[in-house]
């Protein structure tokens, strides 16, 4: 009986691997939650800004509806990114967008193209929405083969949708401006996903080519202002663009984010989405978040900071190879030894990183950037082991 009721894909996919939650980790340690170094998920250390923890603790309406539209956060945001209202769309975080993308433009067998390692949630989204999941698979430095990319839409004529994700998980490269408008020109709705976009700062030795594009900028503050591309969607009517508070403002546990699309698109996605998706504590939260910016700022620049520093030290560990990264994060290969034997040795301590053994990322580890007190302990225990 049971089977025969569920959509036979549904059947079929593969299930999405999310991380252990911090609870559930921290009862099987037997750590205190503030002992664990949590490394695994590029959240940020630093928590909510205090003016949002204040909003919340103030919070008067828990118990109305939320606005299905989101007027004060879409405003705010409006602002915030110079864009007109109208062209933003909040999402229970970026993860509810894509998803909300694809519901929209996907008939069943249309073509999803990714360009993996990437984002876990593009092909799941896209097997949620029974589409065709095609992948082009990035250079071994990374940066998009974007020669292929194009020979994938020609070869799909249904082709629909190019998820691109900038700075790109699980490796923090950037994608340059020369390449994503040769991409815009494809006949495709170009997914943008900058939910790191503001970390995109800093140069880190041995870039090479697509990743010195922003090298005039200075300061974590001047790159949330220009390197994120979200005006770029004023200009062409095939790009959305993805952000979320969950690594900027420290909101991952609320889920909030936001996205600018095209004006065709968005009719259709206020019509599909659920009314009250944005919930009154979040975006409580994103709001006052959005009136602390100096306290985000400072934090963006403490966590880039370290990420330069865990780059030079993960360089020093024999047994390491870390990727150049403009993110939260810091990609390593394991050399010699297993990676996932590593993952546990680090957990027996306390210390979480997230473990990679797929095509493009085989016996890899990503580590965030922490707080400099737990790179300090990763180090040593690096070291150690
Ligand atoms: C590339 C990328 N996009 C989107 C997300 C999800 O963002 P949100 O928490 O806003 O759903 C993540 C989370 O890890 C991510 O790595």
Not at 73 to 92: I, Q
Not at 292 to 312: G, M, P, S, T
Not at 328 to 356: P, S, T
Request: contains cysteine; proline residues 7%.
């Amino acid at each position: 009986m049971t089977h025969k009721f569920i959509r036979p894909d549904i059947v079929e996919m593969e299930p999405y691997v999310p991380i252990v939650p911090f609870e559930v980790l921290s009862a099987r340690l037997g750590r205190a939650p503030e002992e664990i170094v949590k490394l695994d998920a590029n959240e940020n250390p630093y928590g909510p800004s205090p003016k949002a923890l204040e909003a919340l603790r103030n919070g008067r309406f828990f118990h109305i509806y939320p606005d299905p539209e989101s007027n004060e956060l879409r405003d705010a945001l409006s602002s915030y990114v110079n864009m007109p209202k109208e062209r933003l769309l909040a999402g229970m975080g970026a993860d509810e967008l894509i998803d909300l993308v694809l519901r929209v433009v996907l008939s069943p067998g249309d073509v999803v193209i990714d360009c993996p390692p990437s984002f876990g949630m593009y092909p799941f989204s896209t097997a949620v929405n029974s589409g065709q999941y095609v992948q082009v698979w990035r250079n071994e430095d990374f940066s998009l083969d974007v020669p292929a990319i194009e020979q994938a839409v020609a070869n799909h004529p249904t082709a629909k949708v190019l998820f691109l994700c900038s700075p790109n998980n699980p490796d923090g490269s950037t994608i340059s401006d020369t390449n994503l408008r040769r991409l815009l020109d494809l006949p495709v709705l170009v997914v943008l996903d900058e939910a790191y976009v503001d970390f995109a700062v800093g140069l880190t030795r041995g870039e090479r080519g697509e990743r010195r594009e922003n090298e005039e900028e200075t300061s974590a503050f001047s790159a949330v202002k220009n390197s994120s591309r979200i005006h770029w969607t004023l200009e062409y009517d095939n790009l959305a663009v993805l952000r979320t508070f969950s690594k900027l403002a420290g909101l991952a546990g609320l889920r909030v984010g936001y996205g600018a699309f095209p004006e065709w698109l968005l009719p259709h996605l206020w019509k599909i989405k659920q009314p009250y998706n944005i919930n009154v504590a979040a975006s409580l939260a994103a709001l006052a978040s959005l009136e602390d910016q100096q306290w985000l700022h400072e934090k963006v620049q403490l966590l880039v900071a370290e990420r330069e520093r865990l780059f030079a030290k993960l360089g020093t560990i024999s047994y390491l190879n870390p990727f150049p990264s403009r993110s939260n994060f810091i990609l390593c290969r394991v050399i010699g030894r297993d990676a996932q034997v590593l993952k546990l040795d680090l957990e027996k301590e306390g210390i979480l990183v997230r473990y990679f053994n797929k095509a493009g990322v085989d016996n890899c580890i990503r580590i965030s950037a922490g707080r400099p007190e737990e790179t300090d302990k990763l180090l040593a225990t690096l070291q150690k082991l």
